[in-house]
């Protein structure tokens, strides 16, 4: 699930689902009903944070299909009969995927010893590489669609509030340790290089910096 983990990756608010792609990769030939019990939470958990975040009302118990439908719809997606198509379809899969996952369950409704031994043989390998690619385009067109809509605004950070040319004292320290670096016809400080590179490394050096002076200072007082 490669490209889910891509998207996840750049939309770091969804970092928590990366448990239930580790738990689908992890059981897919061996116990393949756990796998889809985790594509259900997956899609479960994506649908019901755009809900949340659009405010649109779920009910007590709603099925997996109508998680779906009502994150579509809280995308907005209900103006075309074609788009209403699709995310129908769409929603058929995440149904589908709990009807199957009922089916082959280890602990759903009990099942004999001999049901317990085959599970995992009614459902062959690229069918259930075909279901869980299913849930993962789904999946990612859900994340990026909502995040598109409502891309999150970076807050204003102790880092960005440090200003270059009001560390004086620490870039020319940095620089006589590590003096410039040329490239071609272009010569940068040491300094300058790290806090338009590496903006967080650069402050923790000068929280660093500051706090040795400060020491120095209360020691010859």
Not at 95 to 121: F, M, P
Request: proline fraction near 1%; charged fraction near 25%; charge should be negative.
């Amino acid at each position: 699930m490669e490209k889910l983990k891509k998207v996840i990756e750049q939309y770091g608010r969804w970092a928590e689902l990366t448990v239930f792609i580790e738990r689908i990769e992890a059981h897919l030939e061996l116990d393949f009903s756990h796998s889809l019990e985790n594509a259900k939470a997956l899609l479960e958990a994506i649908c019901k944070e755009i809900c949340e975040c659009k405010n649109f009302e779920l009910g007590a118990k709603p099925s997996v299909n109508n998680v779906l439908r009502s994150a579509f719809i809280a995308l907005g997606f209900t103006s075309t009969e074609m788009v209403n198509q699709i995310s129908s379809a769409l929603a058929t899969i995440g149904q589908q995927v709990g009807v199957l996952r009922n089916e082959i369950g280890l602990t759903s409704h009990g099942k004999t010893l001999d049901e317990i031994k085959v599970r995992n043989d009614g459902v062959d390998l690229l069918t259930r590489e075909f279901l869980v690619d299913s849930i993962e385009i789904v999946a990612s067109f859900l994340i990026r669609t909502f995040e598109n809509e409502n891309p999150r605004v970076p807050q204003k950070s102790e880092e960005s509030s440090l200003d270059y040319f009001e560390a004086v004292e620490f870039n020319e320290y940095w620089d006589d340790v590590f003096g410039e670096f040329s490239m071609g016809n272009y010569s940068y400080a040491a300094s300058e290089i790290l806090f338009h590179v590496d903006n967080q490394a650069y402050v923790n050096e000068y929280k660093g910096f500051m706090s040795e002076e400060t020491s120095e200072e209360t020691v010859e007082e």
